[in-house]
């Protein structure tokens, strides 16, 4: 792959195609043609709106709901109606809440005036980001059963509202998402706001981790509910045991630096402002997304390969449904030629084995990309160099190793060894299937509990008293081919019962037999 010259260019240079929708390799597009995209990466941010960092719950929910609301407290008023991108602002509540409260004016004034401390925490927020495979339905549905479950938690009140992304100001076109404000107070019992909830502050993380992982079990089932295969997991790349690379945190301030950048980055280029820059942190994050989204790709780029050797691999399992069909050849071919592309397809899966290998072994020696500050490494660009290189190799022995693949399973040498092969193999299923094993009932009865052999004496007894000559013997056989096969189902099955009338005279009988057998 091949970047412009400076660290700080090929980063842009990254960033740019895959804002842009472009492919870092070209070459893979054919391989990669027909597959799904990969799903954004997994968003749930909890924060505290708080009057100590200068904040106002009003304000703040004026914002997001794109609403004008008057801030009582402070004598002003937040007017965002003009703000775009708003696509739903809902508000939800336990049954029992007054009427009031549902009003979004209300219930933020209210809550500003019951929080009287000048550090009093107003408001939790959850951030979180929409799998951008769901539709507007699907997004509120999924918005829907997350905030009633926060509801029912909580026995808090939920404002919430769905946020399309800024296309115009160069946000991701996928970037649908949501913000979900919410009281620090319960309601009551009569349906005012009630006590602190502690939830957060006794056991926040624990809390926290709650609410990550039921975000991402609501968003994989929303997701299996359309149809798609793709999965979030709320887990750290660790913790998931990938190996990617994990985004520094940018908090409300780098956010506000980089969206007043890319407005600057709108005019034209003697218009600009030199000072306003790129944070360093957003640039860094930039950066790892940058090789993460290649090493993903090289991933699936591979897999795809591997599929499709595994593919091929499986049609030698079918090559005898296949032989009905096959077209009637004249001549063989010699088999020197079939052992000479058997042994070409074992030097090519060899050598992918030993590309491999390299291909760890450098990856886990990666030179650290900058050597002083925002001074770039040669080690470094050598290592991607050679790295780049050796996938390179990979993937063009990956693509002769299905081809060679290919070559030995249609060889009609080949064919024929299988077909007799698997024609020998089940005449020897045959041969085991005609022949099975039979117990006799002297094998069974060894094998028998106390109890169970005891009935069995007591019924053949009956069947002795009762019975003779040809029928005696049909009865036998009965009651020995019974005994086999409850034995067979179950080994402990539940013991035969003689009828109740003869039980007396079956063991009177059960002992006269058994003292004739002692003489």
């Given at each position: 792959m091949v970047f412009p010259k400076g660290a700080l260019s090929q980063t842009y240079f990254i960033v740019w195609k895959l804002r842009k929708g472009i492919p870092l390799n070209p070459k893979n597009q054919k391989i990669l043609k027909g597959k799904k995209e990969i799903m954004a990466i997994y968003h749930f941010s909890v924060k505290n709106i708080s009057r100590s960092d200068g904040r106002s719950a009003v304000a703040c929910s004026a914002y997001r709901s794109g609403e004008k609301l008057i801030d009582e407290r402070q004598g002003k008023e937040q007017d965002y109606t003009r703000k775009t991108g708003v696509e739903l602002t809902k508000i939800y509540a336990p049954q029992n809440t007054n009427s009031e409260l549902l009003d979004r004016n209300q219930l933020w004034n209210k809550v500003e005036k019951v929080e009287n401390r000048k550090n009093s925490q107003l408001a939790r927020e959850f951030e979180i980001a929409f799998p951008h495979e769901l539709n507007q339905q699907q997004r509120q549905s999924m918005l829907n059963e997350l905030c009633q479950d926060?509801?029912?938690?909580?026995?808090?009140?939920?404002?919430?509202a769905i946020h399309a992304p800024h296309t115009k100001s160069g946000s991701d076109e996928r970037n649908y998402h949501a913000h979900i404000m919410f009281t620090t107070r319960s309601i009551d019992e009569?349906?005012?706001?009630?006590?602190?909830?502690?939830?957060?502050n006794d056991n926040g993380k624990q809390e926290v981790e709650f609410w990550?992982?039921?975000?991402?079990?609501?968003?994989?089932?929303?997701?299996?509910r359309a149809g798609y295969l793709s999965e979030v997991d709320h887990r750290s790349f660790a913790d998931?045991?990938?190996?990617?690379?994990?985004?520094?945190?940018?908090?409300?301030?780098?956010?506000?630096?980089?969206?007043?950048?890319?407005?600057?980055?709108?005019?034209?280029?003697?218009?600009?402002?030199?000072?306003?820059?790129?944070?360093?942190?957003?640039?860094?994050?930039?950066a790892i997304r940058a090789r993460n989204a290649e090493k993903l790709e090289y991933e699936q780029i591979i897999k795809g390969l591997d599929q499709e050797i595994i593919l091929e691999e499986r049609r030698l399992n079918q090559l005898k449904l296949e032989?009905?069909?096959?077209?009637?050849?004249?001549?063989?071919?010699?088999?020197?030629?079939?052992?000479?592309?058997?042994?070409?397809?074992?030097?090519?899966?060899?050598?992918?084995s030993e590309l491999e290998g390299q291909i760890k072994q450098l990856e886990a020696n990666e030179p650290p990309a900058k050597k002083y500050g925002m001074f770039g490494n040669k080690d470094h660009t050598d290592w991607a160099q050679r790295l780049a290189t050796l996938q390179t190799e990979l993937?063009?022995?990956?693509?002769?190793?299905?081809?060679?693949?290919?070559?030995?399973?249609?060889?009609?040498?080949?064919?024929?060894?299988l077909s007799d092969h698997i024609n020998k193999s089940e005449q020897r299923k045959k041969a085991s299937a005609a022949a099975p094993q039979?117990?006799?009932i002297e094998q069974v009865y060894q094998q028998l509990n106390s109890e169970q052999k005891r009935a069995y004496n007591d019924l053949k007894a009956l069947i002795q008293q009762r019975c003779s000559g040809q029928q005696l013997n049909e009865k036998m056989a009965q009651l020995d081919a019974k005994f086999i096969e409850k034995f067979n189902e179950n080994p402990r099955f539940e013991v035969p019962k003689a009828p109740e009338v003869a039980q007396e005279q079956v063991r009177t009988a059960s002992r006269s037999s058994s003292s004739n057998r002692g003489r």
């Open positions: 926060i509801v029912k938690r909580h026995g808090v009140i939920v404002d919430a009569h349906g005012n706001l009630g006590k602190k909830t502690r939830e957060f990550r992982e039921n975000f991402a079990d609501l968003a994989n089932k929303h997701l299996a998931q045991g990938i190996d990617l690379e994990a985004t520094w945190h940018e908090g409300v301030a780098v956010t506000a630096m980089k969206r007043r950048y890319e407005r600057e980055q709108l005019k034209p280029v003697e218009e600009r402002n030199p000072k306003i820059i790129m944070p360093t942190i957003a640039l860094e994050n930039d032989q009905q069909q096959a077209e009637q050849r004249t001549a063989a071919a010699p088999r020197a030629e079939l052992d000479q592309l058997e042994q070409n397809y074992d030097a090519i899966k060899q050598r992918n993937e063009q022995g990956q693509r002769k190793q299905a081809d060679a693949l290919r070559t030995v399973i249609n060889h009609p040498i080949y064919k024929q060894e039979k117990q006799t």
